[in-house]
């Protein structure tokens, strides 16, 4: 790839990292926030969800813009909302500001991660467009470590909202790059339409070192409002669907064991530093374990990489049911899971990016990301219920499997499409 496209997806590397940072930083600081504010447990869940719900509106409602204006403007609107989110945090005085806040924010990285994926896989050529999506989405786990760093040296030395202003900091920084030197992609320029399309597209192939020349049928009028309507014709619909069932399982059974590792071992006898000790190194063995899936796919096929990344995520899950709860056995349990659940995550993202025709790319990728958020909000609240009707740790983890390995079976039995 040329050195444009090679430095676009670093860009947007670094932006999904600017998402993991955002997204984390609340969790560090939500402590902190509590006893600053006053405010009980369930207030600050209603500020954790707010993001959560934030990121479903934003990837369901706002990420068809991606298809009707281009990639860029989007791209541009979403690094908006962050930052007045992230500024509006650190300024924030009570529940409300925290509440609204959040949402905003929220809204600003669903649809950032709508837009981000279709963009990762238009910069890349076509062999390398699958690593160049997982690679881009490794970012997310790699913020949430810097916010785990951050976020132990600035609460106790300058309080929680200089965290928030960094976080803001960083995200004007991104804004710059993005307004100023990352270009649009060719299916982005496509779609804006309009009579300096063709000047457009030569520029960018000028800046990518290749021939400036388009077939003119190539040029075609801006897809306005074409794209949900794309997705749910008799062509397209099964794709979505089971693309929705697939992301909606995976992310129940792996926010299910992301949010409940901690509570799990401290339940087990073990201090919260112990717990933080296995939740870090589940971090740290999602971006390795994540890359080493990533880097199988040219070898052993994106399909089979994916489907056996979730497999192993079912079985760590119900693995870390039935275990003995020792200390060392745990953290290396937690290391499994976040090999195999970003792992999955990652190339799931890659699937993904081929699944949808390039003129509802961003829509399609939004939908599926915006089901796939209210698995996200399940798995732990589904949890939290059958350890409250009386389950034990192994019952709770095995059927919280099952999701996983229920997408496993469902990637199975469909068809890999390849759109370019």
Request: net charge positive; proline share 5%; glycine share 10%.
């Amino acid at each position: 790839m040329h050195r444009v496209q090679k430095l676009s997806i670093l860009a947007l590397t670094a932006m999904c990292a600017l998402d993991g940072l955002d997204l984390f930083a609340i969790t560090f600081a939500a402590p902190v926030i509590g006893r600053e504010m006053a405010i009980g447990k369930a207030a600050i869940g209603l500020v954790l969800a707010a993001a959560l719900a934030g990121m479903a509106l934003g990837s369901l409602f706002l990420s068809p813009l991606a298809d009707i204006y281009g990639r860029r403007r989007p791209l541009l609107f979403s690094l908006l909302m962050m930052i007045g989110g992230t500024l509006w945090t650190a300024l924030a005085g009570n529940l409300f500001d925290l509440i609204g806040s959040r949402l905003i924010t929220g809204l600003g990285v669903g649809t950032m991660a709508a837009v981000i994926n279709p963009l990762a896989a238009e910069y890349a050529n076509a062999k390398r467009r699958d690593i160049s999506v997982a690679i881009v989405n490794l970012g997310l786990p790699a913020g949430a470590i810097v916010s785990g760093i951050l976020a132990a040296w600035m609460i106790p030395l300058l309080g929680w909202r200089a965290l928030f202003l960094v976080a803001s900091g960083l995200g004007m920084v991104m804004l710059a790059i993005v307004l100023l030197w990352l270009p649009e992609s060719i299916v982005g320029i496509l779609s804006r339409g309009g009579p300096a399309t063709q000047t457009r597209l030569n520029h960018l192939l000028n800046r990518c070192g290749q021939p400036a020349s388009v077939a003119p049928d190539a040029i075609r009028p801006r897809a306005r409002r074409r794209s949900i309507r794309l997705l749910l014709t008799p062509a397209e619909l099964p794709a979505t669907v089971a693309a929705a069932a697939i992301f909606f399982l995976f992310t129940l059974s792996l926010y299910y064991i992301q949010s409940w590792v901690p509570s799990l071992i401290t339940g087990a006898g073990h201090t919260v530093s112990q717990a933080a000790l296995a939740a870090t190194a589940m971090s740290v063995s999602g971006v390795l374990g994540g890359s080493a899936f990533a880097f199988l796919v040219p070898r052993l096929g994106l399909k089979r990489v994916v489907i056996a990344a979730v497999t192993l995520t079912g079985l760590a899950i119900a693995l870390f049911g039935v275990v003995p709860m020792d200390l060392p056995v745990l953290v290396a349990m937690s290391v499994l899971v976040g090999a195999s659940t970003i792992g999955g995550m990652v190339n799931l993202y890659a699937i993904l990016s081929r699944n949808f025709p390039p003129s509802a790319r961003a829509s399609g990728i939004g939908f599926v990301i915006g089901v796939g958020r209210f698995g996200s909000a399940l798995g732990p609240a589904l949890g939290g219920l059958l350890f409250s009707l009386g389950h034990e740790r192994t019952m709770v983890s095995l059927v919280m499997a099952m999701p996983a390995l229920l997408a496993a079976v469902l990637l199975l039995r469909i068809r890999q499409r390849d759109y370019a």
